[in-house]
């Protein structure tokens, strides 16, 4: 949340900066601003809104040097309005800095200085850093700023300039993302790697406690006591094409359709030719493994649902005990976890920050911890023992689509591995499950298929108030993503429920012009969720079924709507069932002439706990 790009070089630096904040976009989007070292001053400009608002006000000044920084803001402290957008400056307008995360201390900070005389323009915690760095005149900017890393507490990410260093961008991050872009005579900082893609592939990921020198022909990392750091040089493998939106309407349109792609991907060399399952990445020795005696995953949002998913996976193939939490909820509830628990943090872009919190507090009680993530070196991927990659190529949409169905499949495949090694499937169970998986991708290109036939059923429904989505089992966590993609996008609120539990309360909410979807893939539990479904009719709700194709007949006479995708065995069905409803809300969005990619008070990576 929120997003940072910077630059040094020879570029106009608002080419590089307003481009680059468009594709960070999806980090946050309530307000925008930039800062530029003119020779003479450093230039502000910034504006409530989108991208689009602030490159409105660049039309009428728009200042050019050899450095500058932009910022996309996700509002955390003070409202989103244009005094609290970044950059923020100090009192004499020396310093200026943009910041991703949250300074947890910055009331104390805050007091402190004005005691001191400061005055303060806005009410965001990062303009405490702009007076700190004011009162540090006295020494170089990068020392300066590795004083400032050690006086604020929580999650940062900065990137700040100084009157006085007229060619020099610092950076610092402790929790948050940060990246640098290394050209030729040029070079970048930035949140995440689209900002700089369509200049350099070339790239270096900063860690934590680290703050990066950028000038333009010259990149100098240090630790907070000064050391030199040299980080390796990564080449960045996806192009631009994969971080835009070619041809689709929308990211989440093109995302959506993208999948079939993406689960071949996460399944590409993960199994062998007699149908084991084969994670070389995964690093933790199978001794280890085979000792577990429990296991739990840990998630936020979408991947949450994921998590859920697990469970039932899990738990069906190795016979291990799973205990599923929503990351935020974890450390506090005292979880009974030690050296022989198995933890799977599950995040799509490896930086949501109560999944790390949650699994730190898992590694500090010795458990072995495994991450699942999309993002290549996000933190997640480094701080875990393992790392599982979903492969689902950049997701621009803030609202979780390939990266949720290549998480139930990089699940899945982790599910069949940890029965391999223990010994809990035999080997021809898991290559029955594996050939399933392999068919996905051509199942999930038949159920895209199906957009039509979705697009005129929610034709009707721009304007339903509620809907619910309801299934048992492997069917209960697609129809909690349902029902959040639609909250998430198309501003509706939908309830996700167990088919069982509506009887036990919600069922007084059901009456004529509710909307239920029934999820029914799970063959062993159907005829039961179709009584449920039958209650919720009998009460004059609207109902859709979710079905495997065969079972249309016997869902006829409840549905007023069916969705019939291809067969697929329990759990691994998952994946084809989600697809609809992802379809589903995109349509009720769209029709409601929403901005589904990015849909209000949300942001793609949530970077504050
Ligand atoms: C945000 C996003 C959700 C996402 C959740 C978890 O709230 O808006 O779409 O599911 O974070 O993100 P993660 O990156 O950890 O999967």
Redesign the pocket.
Known sequence: MCGIVGYAGPRPVLDVLVPGLERLEYRGYDSAGIAVETGSEIAVVKQVGRIADLERALETRRPDGGIGVGHTRWATHGAPNTINAHPHLDCSHTVSVVHNGIIENWADLKSGLIERGHSFASDTDTEVVAHLLEEMSNVGLAEAVRRVMSIAEGALALCVMRRDEPDVLVGARRGSPLVVGLGDGENFLASDIPAFLEHTRRMLVVDDDRVVELRADDVRITDLDGMEITPKERVIEWDLEAAERGGYETFMLKEINEQPSALADTLRGRVDPMGAVTLRELTVPDQILRMIDKVFVL?????YHAAMMAKYAIERWTRLPVEIDIASEFRYRDPVLDGRSLVIG???????ID?LAAIRYAKAQGSTVIGVTNVVDSALAREADAVLYTRAGPEIG???TK?FTTQLVAMQLLGLYLAQVRGALDPGSVAHLVRELSLLPEKVTEVLGLDGHVAAMCGEWADVRDFFFLGRSGDFPVAMEGALKLK?IAYVRAEGYAAGEMKHGPIALIEPGVVVVGVAMDTRIRSKTLSNMQEMKARGATIVMVVEKGAESEVAEVADHVIALPDSPDLICTVLAVVPLQLLSYHVATAKGLDVDKPRN?????TVE
Do not use: F, H, N, P
């Open positions: 998630a936020c949002g979408t991947s599950i995040s799509q872009s490896g930086e949501t999944t803030v609202a979780a990266t998430e949300l942001a793609k990576t949530v």
